[in-house]
């Protein structure tokens, strides 16, 4: 059979985006229609809003890491590796695999979808002493090392480590970072009483932001029933706030007061992953600048979507763009495959339009507060509404059953507190879990496509 013939389609990320648009182009697409090639670091699909539960130690990695081979029907070709550039005139892409080596593929059609990164500011320390979370191993590697503070303040004679190694700063009070600070302090506050030396008073969690309110789009009252859940729990919540300064032992906020903390998580917002910016095109806000169709106008067969994507928001209109949101990723994965399909097959594509469906926070335990359709709850209906959500919007069942069985397991047997020691002596910064500094030039990319062309 000859290959070289079938149009090439190269979906670049394997997250809510790009496995969705994969699915539906193998599903609506025959054999011989098109090659489907998918470039991914990872061999599974991460469900991102459930990680916060996996830092606290309620569900396993695995069963958040939806596995990309499940099925023999997935026939799609799977490249273990980044996107490091994107020759738009040449159609190459220029991929560093995951053993280092650099290859180019060509494309007649890509989609980019490799989502987004942790936002960063230009502040001393920020980036060598905070934790994002973002990613699998670093939801991981900040249970191990939550828990070794635990482990470390309670082995301490020194009553200042003590109390450095028992304060924690999460920055950030998007969902994100309350429900990462939620979740956490939940784990801190129910393993304390395995630690019978250390006094529980000396745990202290801060949640700070910028902003002067905690998730503005639940609206004022259901924020402000989120603020009141935490700082009922002891979380102390500081508003209008950010950081000055961080070092390995204390963190100065902007308002000048200086925390003793070995812990700062950082979840102030997300920017497009660096990739967009080695196409040398147009962007909006960091993210590559698409017509509502998806696809970049003057480029033939490229197509953005999702975190790394500004899509028109046609549903709210005034030239909003699509929040960076799990529920517009995945909407957006199946209308970019058709859309897709229309540009291979002649037809005509479609704009994307998604009225929100709302917002699910859950804050641990039975706490949670929620805005489906509009709707808001609180406590036990709304975590019925958050857990309910999520486990139905996993992509397989065997994720389902995995998520289902920890959260009973959790729900009966409580917490544990097990630090595996991955990576324990070795400091992990940002960059080390998002690989930020991988990425190309544009000139670096021409030159690598041109490379490439000389070879064939
Ligand atoms: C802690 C947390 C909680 C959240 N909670 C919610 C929530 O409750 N509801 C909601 O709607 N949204 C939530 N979000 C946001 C949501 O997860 C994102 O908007 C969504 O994941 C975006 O989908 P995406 O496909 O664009 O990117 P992602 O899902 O991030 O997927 C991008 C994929 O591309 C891969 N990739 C990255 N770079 C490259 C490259 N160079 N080459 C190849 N592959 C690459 C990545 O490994 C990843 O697999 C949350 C996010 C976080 C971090």
């Given at each position: ?123 001393p320390g920020l980036t060598d002493h ?17 828990i070794s503070q635990l482990d470390l ?29 939620a979740c956490l302090q939940r784990l ?269």
């Amino acid at each position: 059979m000859n290959t070289v013939t079938r149009p090439r389609i190269l979906v670049v990320g394997a997250g809510f985006a790009g496995v969705e648009c994969v699915r539906r182009l193998e599903r609506k697409l025959s054999p011989d229609e098109a090659d489907v090639t998918l470039v991914t670091p990872f061999a599974y699909q991460l469900y991102l809003p459930l990680l916060p539960q996996v830092a606290s130690g309620v569900l396993t990695p695995q069963s958040i890491a939806v596995s990309l081979r499940r099925s023999k029907k997935y026939r799609t070709r799977i490249i273990p590796g980044g996107a490091i550039g994107v020759d738009l005139k040449s159609k190459v892409c220029v991929i560093r695999t995951i053993t280092d080596q650099i290859v180019n593929e060509r494309y007649d059609y890509i989609v980019l979808a490799p989502g987004s990164i942790t936002r960063t500011f230009d502040i001393p320390g920020l980036t060598d002493h905070a934790f994002g979370m973002k990613t699998l191993a670093e939801a991981a590697y900040v249970r191990d090392h939550v828990i070794s503070q635990l482990d470390l303040a309670d082995a301490s004679q020194d009553p200042e480590e003590r109390a450095s190694r028992l304060q924690f700063v999460v920055v950030g009070g998007g969902y994100a970072g309350t429900e990462t600070a939620a979740c956490l302090q939940r784990l801190t506050h129910a393993a304390v009483k395995r630690y019978p030396r250390l006094d529980p008073g000396l745990i202290k969690w801060h949640l700070i932001d910028i902003a002067p309110k905690l998730m503005p789009e639940l609206g004022d009252k259901l924020g402000s029933s989120a603020q009141e859940i935490l700082r009922r729990r002891g979380i102390e919540i500081s508003l209008g706030v950010s950081i000055a300064k961080a070092g390995p032992e204390e963190v100065t906020f902007t308002d000048g007061r200086v925390i003793p903390t070995r812990t700062l998580i950082w979840t102030a917002g997300v920017v497009a992953s660096p990739l967009i910016a080695t196409l040398d095109a147009e962007t909006v806000k960091g993210r590559l600048a698409v017509a509502p169709e998806m696809n970049l106008p003057g480029d033939d067969g490229v197509f953005a979507l999702g975190d790394s994507a500004a899509v028109p928001d046609l549903a709210k209109g005034d030239g909003a763009m699509c929040p960076p949101t799990a529920q517009h990723a995945m909407r957006q994965g199946r209308h970019v495959a058709d859309n897709v399909i229309a540009s291979l097959r002649g037809g005509a594509m479609r704009p994307y339009v998604h009225k929100d469906l709302g917002l699910v926070v859950d804050l641990g335990g039975t706490d949670a507060v929620s805005k489906p359709l509009g709707i808001e709850l609180r406590g036990l209906p709304a975590q019925a509404v958050a857990r309910g959500y999520h486990w139905s919007a996993l992509r397989t069942n065997v994720a389902k059953t995995r998520v289902m069985t920890n959260w009973l397991l959790n729900a009966v047997a409580g917490d544990d507190f097990v630090r595996t020691g991955f990576q324990a002596r070795k400091a992990a910064r940002l960059k080390d879990f998002e690989y930020t500094d991988a990425y190309l030039t544009p000139e670096q990319v021409r030159a690598h496509a041109e490379g490439t062309a000389r070879l064939e």
